[in-house]
Each structure stands twice: as C-alpha cells, then as structure tokens.
Nanobody
Framework: QVQLVESGGGLVQAGGSLRLSCAAS????????MGWFRQAPGKEREFVAA????????YYADSVKGRFTISRDNAKNTVWLQMNSLKPEDTAVYYC????????????????RGQGTQVTVSS
C-alpha cells in the first residue's frame, strides 16, 4: 500500500521555524516529483513548493519564496519542507504529494497525497 505520511507540524510563534517531513512507503518515489500543498480553513488547497525527481529543480509559490526550502533524499524516500520566518497567514494543513509524470504546481498533477499535518502560526 502506497503511503505518504507527513510529520513535523505544530504551533509556532510568528517569525519561528518548522521542518515538515514526508516519508513515503509502499514504493520508491525516486523517479517522481514531490510537492507540498496547504489548505487553510475556508480556502482552496494551494501549491507551496515542488522538487523534481533528481532534486535539481525546485519551484515555490510567491508567498513562500525566500522563506521555505524543499529538499529530498531519494535513498530515504523522504522529502522535507523547511519553513522559516513563519507568518500567521502560513497557518494551514500541509500536504505532501507525489507526481509520476510532471513537476506540477496544481493538485491535479499529483498522483498520491498524504493526510496532512497542521501548522499553526500565532501572532
């Protein structure tokens, strides 16, 4: 059974940092693009960041560029999202996703998704 399991969420003050992890199991995702999305209450799910299968190309939403960093280790079947200088507007459930064909910026590009981890940033 293919699973993506996120961890590392929590409550942090504005300006603080969190590091999210996404561990994949059930198959290797070494040839898949990996991405992070988030969904705040009452809002649509939005793209946060993506990394190509090799790790050589990364993409970020404008709202997180310069503050968040996506990285991966194919040997560990794991992807991370380092989040610095967090703002209250970053509060959301963060989801990890895997795409077998493209390094996309929309949820429809992704074939597998995790259950999410809550990130809450207090002001």
């Amino acid at each position: 059974q293919v699973q993506l399991v996120e961890s590392g969420g929590g409550l942090v003050q504005a300006g603080g940092s969190l590091r999210l992890s996404c561990a994949a199991s059930g198959r290797t995702f070494g040839n898949s693009a990996m991405g992070w999305f988030r969904q705040a209450p009452g809002k649509e799910r939005e793209f946060v960041a993506a990394v190509s299968w090799s790790g050589s190309h990364t993409y970020y939403a404008d709202s997180v560029k310069g503050r968040f960093t996506i990285s991966r280790d194919n040997a560990k079947n794991t992807v991370w999202l380092q989040m610095n200088s967090l703002k209250p507007e970053d509060t959301a459930v963060y989801y990890c996703a895997a795409a077998d064909t493209v390094t996309g910026v929309v949820t429809a590009d992704y074939d597998y998704r995790g259950q999410g981890t809550q990130v809450t940033v207090s002001s």
